[in-house]
């Protein structure tokens, strides 16, 4: 039987006091360091945790199996989120921040663990941004849905070659469903990150996350 494991991270306390914890989850072959440079545009009144995930393809860190590109080891899904889960309360006892208050940032594989932690610990999350997303469970779809009616940002890449759109639109359909405060922003891109996600992303947060900015920082 394979037992839950820690999983390495980097977190940073806010320098403003802070009631959110922003939650980064890197791409394929990425690790707890590739989105922190991202974070900083987030404001400095935010916590900030980023995570590794624990599955290696190829020496590639990722945060869940899969079978093929596209094509994901669902039981390895959810017990990669029930892992993942499981620390992060943890670490939230040990590090004072407030596990209710998580909004999820994720890239790729990441935003897909995102999505997994939405589909199986709907109340979990206070929001989420899904960059490049894909619907992470598909044969077991769990019966899911919220009634915190967390705002999600939603932002596939029109040309991204990984997902078809119908695929696309049907995730975002769920979610809606699931009662999710779901916007879609689609990128003029394929696959690969654009500044113009990282400004849509930023002002979105503001949008629904209002936090204080420090002056003559
Ligand atoms: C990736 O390259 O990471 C995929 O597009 C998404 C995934 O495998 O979760």
């Known amino acids: 039987m394979t037992t839950y494991q820690a999983l390495h991270y980097v977190y940073q306390p806010a320098r403003l006091p802070a009631t959110r914890t922003l939650l980064l989850l890197h791409g394929t072959g990425g690790d707890e360091h590739d989105l922190l440079p991202l974070a900083a545009h987030f404001g400095p009144a935010l916590n900030v945790l980023s995570l590794r995930g624990n599955v290696l393809e190829n020496g590639m860190p990722r945060f869940f199996r899969r079978l093929d590109v596209g094509l994901f080891d669902e039981e390895d899904v959810i017990f990669r989120t029930h892992e993942l889960v499981r620390f992060v309360r943890q670490l939230s ?21 995102a999505g997994a932690l939405l589909l199986l610990y709907p109340e979990l999350l206070a929001g989420a941004i899904l960059w490049r997303p894909m619907q992470p469970l598909v044969r077991h779809v769990p019966a899911f849905c919220t009634n915190r009616h967390q705002p999600v940002l939603f932002q596939p890449g029109s040309q991204d070659p990984t997902v078809q759109l119908a695929a696309s639109a049907r995730y975002a359909a769920l979610l809606k469903q699931a009662g999710f405060e779901l916007k879609r922003h689609n990128a003029n891109a394929g696959h690969n990150l654009l500044h113009d996600d990282v400004e849509a992303a930023v002002a979105w947060f503001h949008q629904h996350f209002p936090t204080p900015v420090l002056v003559n920082s």
């Open 93 to 113: 006892e040990r590090a004072g921040f407030d596990a209710t208050q998580l909004v999820a940032l994720g890239y790729s594989n990441g935003a897909n663990m």
